[in-house]
């Protein structure tokens, strides 16, 4: 359905039972967020949002490991804010502190960004409300590049649903 | 179902990944394999104490030893971080599994909502 310029996409489409505003602070605002984000066993012990445009966010998933806790940052920037109907942010993986983890920190070759954007939309239907979210990867500068990105978001997407299984 | 996905070996390869020492190994393996000594050399660590975090990359699959004996130069094996489906095949179910529970706790907050719902 996307025209994102990237194969690598998820597009969800849901009915959620509650109304705009309540559906709007799932995602903005921290206390409701950390109920909902981490899937299974995974839970979100930090998250800082400044929801405007430009502001950061930073959020902390924890899974327990059969090698113990394991905690992942991950950092990003609000690039569209309208209330009670589109959200879009950046996701990157990060250090607590926000800092974007360098691709060579991160095994990588230099020059291979590991951002991906999370667009969310909402739109009222008799006080319900249909929510749409697409997670894209940002298209890569070089063909090489989306291997190894991946294959991290791949590992990031794992580790959430680890304690799942 | 994602079954053939080798779970332990998964979050073994986590693990590995999870240690900045390891991860810098890795980042100088994408340039080109090196021995254990060129490995050792950036670090202020004892033999030992490298060779051990090169065990783990190795247990993970992350890092293949070649058979020249002594020497026995480092690789980098990207596969198993390559091994799982599709970025956006593996994302879904993370968030299927976040918007059933953002409705679970909708649902708590809202418990006169709870009743006859249950379509769509």
């Not at chain 1, 113990?68 to 990157?92: C, D, H, K, Q």
């Not at chain 1, 409300?129 to 991290?152: C, E, F, N, R, Y």
């Not at chain 2, 992350?62 to 799982?84: F, I, K, S, T």
């Amino acid at each position: 359905m996307t025209d994102n310029g990237s194969a690598d996409a998820v597009e969800i489409e849901r009915i959620i039972d509650a109304p705009l505003a309540l559906v709007w602070q799932m995602w903005t605002d921290p206390k409701h967020f950390k109920a909902w984000y981490g899937p299974g066993g995974a839970t979100i012990p930090v998250a800082k949002m400044d929801v405007r445009v430009g502001g950061t966010r930073l959020v902390c998933m924890e899974v327990q490991t059969p090698n113990g806790p394991m905690r992942m940052w991950f950092a990003g920037e609000y690039r569209e804010v309208i209330e009670n109907e589109r959200l879009i942010y950046t996701e990157s993986i990060s250090d607590e502190n926000g800092h974007v983890s360098a691709p060579s920190d991160m095994g990588m070759p230099e020059g291979h960004p590991t951002t991906t954007e999370v667009r969310v939309e909402l739109k009222d239907i008799g006080g319900r409300t249909k929510m749409v979210m697409t997670h894209l990867g940002i298209p890569h500068d070089s063909a090489g590049a989306a291997g190894w990105a991946m294959a991290l978001d791949k590992l990031a997407a794992y580790i959430a649903t680890y304690s799942n299984r | 179902m994602a079954a053939t996905i080798d779970e332990d070996r998964l979050s073994e390869t986590f693990a590995a990944l999870a240690n900045s020492t390891r991860r810098a190994i890795l980042a100088r393996l994408a340039e080109g394999g090196a021995t254990v000594n060129e490995l050792a050399q950036p670090f202020e660590m004892k033999l030992p104490a490298i060779s051990k975090h090169i065990k783990v990359l190795e247990r993970a699959g992350l890092v293949v030893r070649g058979q020249r004996a002594q020497y026995r130069p480092c690789a980098l094996d990207p596969a198993p971080l390559e091994e799982v489906s599709t970025w956006a095949e593996r994302y879904r179910p993370v968030w299927e599994a976040r918007f059933d529970r953002m409705d679970d706790y909708l649902r708590q907050l809202q418990p006169r909502r709870k009743a006859g719902k249950d379509d769509d």
